[in-house]
């Protein structure tokens, strides 16, 4: 079973920043894919950030150039640093890491979600 942790949302001012981290543990073989997530009162889940095992990264159009995802692999951590934030990018982020907990055994897990309310 893999458990994902996650921190760093809060409270900001429009224009300013915040950054999640996302912890992974448990019974894990190896990591594929981590992202993060978004979802804003009543609308969609939407993805925001991808990256890959090799270090591709996939971002939405709405949070490019203000928003980087890194990892940690060391660490099993992956990390959002939002720059410039808007107030539509008020939302419950969630991380979402993917990968092998045996060979031939896959998992696909999600954080708990944290809440980022920027305010005008």
């Known amino acids: 079973q893999v458990q994902l942790v996650e921190s760093g949302g809060g409270l900001v001012q429009a224009g300013g920043s915040l950054r999640l981290s996302c912890a992974a543990s448990?019974?894990?073989?190896?990591?594929?894919?981590m992202g993060w997530y978004r979802q804003a009162p009543g609308k969609r889940r939407e993805l925001v950030a991808a990256?890959?095992?090799?270090?591709?990264?996939n971002y939405a159009d709405s949070v490019k150039g203000r928003f980087t995802i890194s990892r940690d692999n060391a660490k099993i951590t992956v990390y959002l640093q939002m720059n410039s934030l808007k107030p539509e990018d008020t939302a419950v982020y969630y991380c979402?890491?993917?990968?092998?907990?045996?060979?031939?055994?896959?998992?696909?897990?999600w954080g708990q979600g944290t809440q980022v309310t920027v305010s005008s």
């Open positions: 979402n890491v993917k990968g092998l907990i045996t060979d031939w055994q896959s998992f696909d897990s």
């Open positions: 448990g019974s894990i073989r190896s990591i594929n894919a």
């Open positions: 990256i890959t095992r090799s270090g591709n990264t």
